[in-house]
């Protein structure tokens, strides 16, 4: 793969059916030691690892769905800018997400992802439902 294919890739994983069919697209593209970065989660090393933090990621949100509204490469360096949609309390919610990931060898290395999840804990927060999912993800 290379850095101007990781886009298209990238949303198409995410129109696919999660975690099963979201891991099994995403798991040849992703180097043996590569180390995923996100807010809320621990980082993840390694494919058994990375495939972990998504499942506890579609645990908490299982209809967590992603739209890609931009991306940039340079060199190795991929930027995906995207908006991610997840209910909480029986109402969507939205956060703009931007990841970026560095390729080597036509594999993913590392993603890192930024995103204030400030507004989706107060979203959270105002819809009492949500509560007991958010709190056992904290436990878990």
Do not use: N
């Not at 180390?35 to 989660?41: D, E, K």
């Not at 109402?91 to 992802?113: M, N, Q, W, Y």
Request: charged share 25%; with cysteine.
């Amino acid at each position: 793969m290379t850095p101007g294919e990781l886009p298209a890739v990238f949303a198409a994983g995410w129109a696919l059916p999660k975690p099963d069919a979201f891991l099994d697209h995403f798991r040849p593209v992703i180097a043996p030691d590569a180390t995923f970065v996100q807010p809320m989660f621990p980082d993840a090393r390694g494919i058994a690892a990375i495939e972990d933090m998504f499942r506890k990621l579609f645990a908490l949100f299982p209809d967590a769905s992603l739209r890609v509204v931009g991306s940039a490469v340079q060199g190795d360096t991929v930027y995906i800018e995207s908006t991610c949609t997840v209910t909480l309390g029986r109402k969507p919610a939205e956060f703009d997400v931007c990841d970026r990931f560095t390729l080597a060898d036509g594999a993913i290395r590392t993603r890192r992802s930024f995103s204030d999840p400030l507004p989706l804990l107060l979203t959270g927060l105002r819809r009492p439902s949500a509560w007991p999912r958010l709190i056992r993800s904290r436990i878990s």
